[in-house]
């Protein structure tokens, strides 16, 4: 049995720094890289790649929405046209950087009100894998196990990666707590660890109500810019390691 392990990274901006990217990144498979419009800048893109081929993650491009001051987790009422438009964009840009470095981009995956939008919404997922398909169909999109962005990716002819979050609470519909609400995120490393280890190996999750919910696991996320991502990804790899599961980027 194996899984891939993928966290949000590259979001810190010039001075300012967010997460603990070089230690996260021994310690995950696959790093999903703001590409400057939610997080992120041209020279923390480009760091971030080399941090990452270095520990031997696979390479993702992360493109948000246009929105610095909210981390583009607040939905900005974009047309289809205009997703389209700023997801090949910014895949392209990480790209360029990825090949000046003669590396080159493994998946693809939406941040925060993109990636919830995307997940419900038909014609914003179309657009963002119709974005994807265009710069290469050899890239694999990320989405939300059995949601709107999944199907999109899947009648796009894209390759699809189911993804299960490690420390975000479910509503009773598979999707996530909203951040504003009581509960939403999960900070204990050992929590989190074990309810990894369940998801993986039994395909289902807890929901906030406590009712039990199907997913399908193919990779898991943790989020780079908590405070406990780092001790978070440790456990998960001791949990995993220890249930006799390989942590590898698909």
């Not at 179309?126 to 265009?134: G, M, Q």
């Not at 989405?143 to 002819?157: D, H, K, T, V």
Request: some cysteine.
């Amino acid at each position: 049995m194996h899984v891939d392990l993928n966290s949000d990274l590259g979001e810190s901006f010039g001075m300012f720094k967010v997460g603990r990217d070089e230690e996260i990144l021994r310690l995950v498979s696959s790093a999903n890289i703001a590409c400057g419009f939610h997080a992120g800048d041209f020279s923390v893109m480009h760091r971030t790649i080399r941090l990452a081929a270095a520990g031997g993650a696979a390479l993702g491009a992360h493109p948000g929405l246009p929105d610095l001051q909210g981390f583009g987790r607040r939905w900005l009422g974009y047309a289809p046209a205009e997703v389209y438009d700023l997801v090949l964009y910014q895949i392209g840009a990480l790209a360029a950087l990825a090949k000046g470095e003669g590396l080159v981009l493994r998946h693809v995956k939406p941040h925060g009100a993109l990636y919830n939008r995307a997940a419900v919404d038909p014609e914003i997922a179309a657009a963002v894998a119709a974005a994807v398909r265009d710069f290469s169909p050899a890239l694999r999109l990320f989405g939300p196990s059995g949601s709107r962005l999944i199907e999109a990716g899947a009648e796009a002819g894209l390759a699809t990666v189911s993804e299960v979050f490690a420390d975000r609470n479910y509503n009773e519909d598979g999707t996530l707590v909203s951040r504003g609400q009581p509960g939403a995120m999960l900070h204990d490393p050992e929590e989190i660890a074990r309810r990894v280890a369940g998801m993986v190996k039994s395909g289902k999750v807890r929901s906030i109500t406590g009712q039990t919910i199907a997913l399908k696991v193919e990779t898991i996320c943790l989020h780079g810019d908590e405070p406990g991502a780092l001790s978070a990804a440790q456990a998960i790899r001791e949990v995993l390691r220890t249930a006799g599961i390989t942590v590898k980027a698909w």
